[in-house]
T-cell receptor, first 115, second 110 residues
Framework: EAGVVQSPRYKIIEKKQPVAFWCNPISGHNTLYWYLQNLGQGPELLIRYENEEAVDDSQLPKDRFSAERLKGVDSTLKIQPAELGDSAVYLC?????????????FGEGSRLTVL | DAKTTQPPSMDCAEGRAANLPCNHSTISGNEYVYWYRQIHSQGPQYIIH???NNETNEMASLIITEDRKSSTLILPHATLRDTAVYYC???????????FGPGTRLSVLP
């Protein structure tokens, strides 16, 4: 079974440029998360989707960050314009609500460097 | 904010048991204790979880105190590949988010 797939793995851009990250969750998983991870810190939740609905986007900086999950499957996270402080790893995870454990399955992440 | 506290780092000799503690003194009755680990340049990986009873799987054992205010993750025979950051998380199964703290950086030494 394929795991959570993210792309690109690495992205280097100049500040003020836009960037987008894509995530394909595990087939059948209805819940999708985007986390941000700064160096030396634990992942921080940006947004959580249940199917197509963003049920928790309270930590998403909406002035420059946006996300969508069309048809309740794939998701895209966008930053426009990027700032130096956005350099981090962006992690996508999925889970199946209603499953006994509800455990998260993570992708390998997309590492963003803003110059 | 994370509901758990963990030591920032620990060392363990290869082949010995690694015992990673976690305090969760404000845990509520319907919250589970989850453990994840993150190897360098990878996403976090689920290890084990429990509610009240001790749990064991092929990766580790989880010991939860009777008052549920703390727990210990045990890697019975640590290998160099167990070097990682280990996260302890408390969460219910009714839609709470997984909130990660800084975790414990375990270094397994040869």
């Amino acid at each position: 079974e394929a795991g959570v797939v993210q792309s690109p793995r690495y992205k280097i851009i100049e500040k003020k440029q836009p960037v987008a990250f894509w995530c394909n969750p595990i087939s059948g998983h209805n819940t999708l998360y985007w986390y941000l991870q700064n160096l030396g810190q634990g992942p921080e939740l940006l947004i959580r989707y249940e199917n197509e609905e963003a049920v928790d986007d309270s930590q998403l900086p909406k002035d420059r960050f946006s996300a969508e999950r069309l048809k309740g499957v794939d998701s895209t996270l966008k930053i426009q314009p990027a700032e130096l402080g956005d350099s981090a790893v962006y992690l996508c995870a999925s889970s199946l609500v209603g499953q006994d454990t509800g455990e998260l399955f993570f992708g390998e992440g997309s590492r963003l460097t803003v110059l | 904010d994370a509901k758990t506290t963990q030591p920032p780092s620990m060392d363990c000799a290869e082949g010995r048991a690694a015992n990673l503690p976690c305090n969760h003194s404000t845990i509520s009755g319907n919250e589970y204790v989850y453990w994840y680990r993150q190897i360098h340049s990878q996403g976090p990986q689920y290890i084990i979880h429990g509610l009240k009873n001790n749990e064991t799987n092929e990766m580790a054992s989880l010991i939860i105190t009777e008052d549920r205010k703390s727990s210990t993750l045990i890697l019975p025979h640590a290998t160099l590949r167990d070097t990682a950051v280990y996260y302890c998380i408390v969460r219910d199964n009714y839609g709470q988010n997984f909130v990660f703290g800084p975790g414990t950086r375990l270094s397994v030494l040869p």
